[in-house]
C-alpha cells in the first residue's frame, strides 16, 4: 500500500502494531465502550486453509443496535454498511494499516439525516486508539 493511495470514503491508518494485535484491541476496546462485537474474520487464515497465501489480513466487524438502527429505520439501505467495520492489514513491504469507512461518506451515500451521524461518528477513535502504540 502506498502511504498516500486514497479510497474514496475509506480512512487509511499507519500502525506499528501487528495485525493480529490491532483485531484484539479493537475488540478489546469496542466491549469497553459498550459496542458489541459480531465477528472477526481472518482473510488470512481463511486463504491459508484454503490452500492459498495472503498477508495477514483480518476484519472486525462491530456495532451498537441503538445506535445503528436509528439509520437503518431512517434509510434502510444504510443496512448494506451496517454493522461497522474495522480493517487490518499488512503490505508487501511490511507495515500494517488499518482502515474503516469514515462516518461522512456512510452518510453522504445514504443520505440520512446528518444529525444521525454522532451514531457512528465513535468509529474513526476507535480506529486511532486501536492502532496508536502505548504512551
Given at each position: 500500500?502506498?502511504?498516500?493511495?486514497?479510497v474514496?470514503g475509506?480512512r487509511?491508518?499507519?500502525?506499528?502494531r501487528?495485525?493480529?494485535?490491532?483485531?484484539?484491541?479493537?475488540?478489546?476496546?469496542?466491549?469497553?465502550?459498550?459496542?458489541?462485537?459480531?465477528?472477526?474474520?481472518?482473510f488470512?487464515?481463511?486463504?491459508?486453509?484454503?490452500?492459498?497465501?495472503l498477508?495477514?489480513?483480518?476484519?472486525?466487524?462491530?456495532g451498537?443496535?441503538?445506535?445503528?438502527?436509528?439509520?437503518?429505520?431512517?434509510?434502510?439501505?444504510v443496512?448494506?454498511?451496517?454493522?461497522?467495520?474495522?480493517?487490518?492489514?499488512?503490505?508487501?513491504?511490511?507495515?500494517?494499516?488499518?482502515a474503516?469507512?469514515?462516518?461522512?461518506?456512510?452518510?453522504?451515500?445514504?443520505?440520512?439525516?446528518?444529525?444521525?451521524?454522532?451514531?457512528?461518528a465513535?468509529?474513526?477513535?476507535?480506529?486511532?486508539?486501536?492502532a496508536?502504540?502505548?504512551?
Amino acid at each position: 500500500m502506498i502511504a498516500n493511495a486514497a479510497v474514496d470514503g475509506l480512512r487509511i491508518l499507519p500502525t506499528q502494531r501487528a495485525v493480529a494485535d490491532v483485531l484484539q484491541r479493537v475488540q478489546s476496546l469496542a466491549r469497553a465502550r459498550g459496542l458489541t462485537v459480531f465477528a472477526q474474520i481472518d482473510f488470512s487464515g481463511d486463504a491459508e486453509r484454503s490452500g492459498l497465501t495472503l498477508r495477514p489480513t483480518g476484519l472486525v466487524i462491530l456495532g451498537n443496535p441503538k445506535g445503528g438502527t436509528p439509520l437503518i429505520v431512517a434509510r434502510p439501505t444504510v443496512a448494506i454498511d451496517l454493522p461497522l467495520k474495522i480493517l487490518a492489514w499488512q503490505d508487501a513491504e511490511g507495515h500494517a494499516w488499518v482502515a474503516y469507512n469514515e462516518p461522512e461518506y456512510v452518510q453522504a451515500r445514504h443520505r440520512f439525516p446528518p444529525e444521525l451521524l454522532r451514531n457512528i461518528a465513535a468509529l474513526g477513535a476507535l480506529a486511532e486508539a486501536a492502532a496508536a502504540q502505548d504512551p
